[in-house]
């Protein structure tokens, strides 16, 4: 039999009630933000942060560039919560404890998902630094069997079979376009996700396999937050900042060696373009 899932219902409310009596902000949205993209958590006015290692029951982040900060506030008006750093799988930590903040947001209320994720583009007509708005993924873990969700199902919090057709919303994605466009925002890239465990980045015949597939870009986040938040009702929306081209020729595979630090340097140069657009999308949450 799997191994229970600690973080049971009134576990994870125990952590919402620790929040709550410290904070009387009931967010509507939640943020979650990849590697190097943590500056989005500045947009956050009338801020209430929480370090990760001071909330009860709560992991800790172990990978560079990642705050592991819980901050609560507004982004334009809009009533937030976000994510300094989330929980990877690489680093030791059980899927299911990996998505726990989802459902934390869920008990606070959030009704909105954002996540962004710093990942290498499969497609080779992508560049660095485009942005790809993600219109759905595949869930290559859970082939395996390996979800967020297996284990037994607590209704409270979802039902235990669903569709994941619209994981991806479409009014959020079609208004996310338009935003961009209004921004004069031109590395816009539409495409699928996959979450590859991790730590390691690809070799040539995975790139290909994956390509094969017809994926995009690989991360090593998200899909599983987005299941998660879907079996709780939330709509989502997710973006990739393409960090780098995976390699898909084995004569060119060596020179566009992947190095993290490359990862979190191009995350950063977006900064701004990123801050930008969140903000917009959330306001665009906030009004409908
Ligand atoms: N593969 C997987 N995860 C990643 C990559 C990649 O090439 N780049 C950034 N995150």
């Known amino acids: ?80 919560i976000c994510m300094q750093g989330r929980f990877h799988y690489y ?32 497609n080779q007509d992508f560049k660095i630094g485009d942005i790809m708005l993600q219109k759905d993924h595949v869930n290559v873990m859970g082939f395996s069997g390996n979800g967020p969700l297996v284990g037994l199902n607590d209704l409270r919090f979802g039902p235990r079979f669903f569709s994941m057709v619209n994981a991806y919303d479409v009014d959020l994605l079609e208004s996310a376009k338009k935003i961009a466009e209004e921004l004069g925002l031109k590395n816009i890239k539409e495409g699928v996700y996959t979450c590859v465990g991790g730590p390691t980045y690809e070799t040539v015949a995975e790139v290909r396999a994956l390509r094969s597939m017809g994926i995009d870009a690989a991360g090593m986040s998200t899909v599983h937050e987005v299941t998660t938040a879907r079996h709780c009702g939330m709509r989502c929306f997710a973006f ?49």
Do not use: W
């Open 1 to 80: 039999l799997h191994a229970e899932n600690e973080y049971t219902y009134e576990r994870i409310t125990e952590i919402k009630d620790f929040i709550k009596s410290k904070c009387d902000i009931d967010p509507k949205v939640g943020i979650i933000c990849g590697t190097g993209l943590g500056s989005i958590g500045e947009l956050i006015t009338d801020a209430f942060i929480l370090d990760y290692k001071n909330i009860p029951y709560f992991p800790i982040s172990t990978v560079e560039g990642h705050k592991g900060r819980l901050i609560l506030g507004y982004i334009k008006t809009v009533p937030v």
């Open 91 to 122: 680093e030791g930590y059980s899927l299911s404890k990996c998505v726990m903040p989802v459902r934390l947001m869920k008990l606070l209320g959030v009704t909105h998902l954002i996540a962004s994720n710093a990942a290498g583009g499969l």
């Open 240 to 288: 990739s900042l393409i960090t780098n081209i995976c390699p898909i020729d084995y004569s060119t595979a060596v020179e566009s060696e992947i190095h993290s630090n490359d990862v979190i340097e191009v995350a950063m140069s977006k900064d701004k373009d990123l801050k930008l657009f969140v903000e917009r999308i959330v306001q665009f949450i906030g009004k409908n």
